[in-house]
């Protein structure tokens, strides 16, 4: 019996990077993939956190809670946008070089 027919099929997209390595569902090479693209998404996260520090603060500028959280969420979906769609090439480079290591060449 086929058991690949069997399992359901996982969106390496949605399964949170510390739980990628103990997924059978996956294959190695998704979860290598996945690996590289969610490392990409969270430095790009960090470069864009670190650059919005740098604007000037003013009486008008609005510190808020709701600000803050809002601001968090825009350079989490941008940073998975920008890593989804080939991003920085990091995820490419570090998925090839594990790839390697995987095969043994």
Do not use: C
């Not at 997209?13 to 996956?26: C, F, I, K, Q, Y």
């Not at 996945?34 to 000037?56: D, M, N, S, V």
């Not at 480079?93 to 043994?104: D, I, P, R, V």
Request: aromatic letters at 2%; charged letters at 25%.
């Amino acid at each position: 019996m086929d058991i690949s027919s069997v399992q359901s099929k996982v969106n390496p997209a949605d399964v949170p990077v510390e739980r990628l390595a103990n997924n059978h569902a996956l294959t190695e090479e998704q979860k290598i993939g996945e690996a590289g693209r969610q490392f990409e998404a969270i430095l790009l996260r960090q470069i864009l956190t670190e650059a919005q520090k740098t604007t000037i603060k003013s009486k008008y500028s609005d510190e808020s809670t709701a600000t803050s959280i809002y601001r968090d969420m825009t350079v989490r979906q941008l940073a998975d946008s920008i890593s989804r769609g080939g991003g920085l090439g990091l995820a490419k480079a570090l998925n090839e070089e594990l790839t390697k290591q995987l095969t043994g060449q």
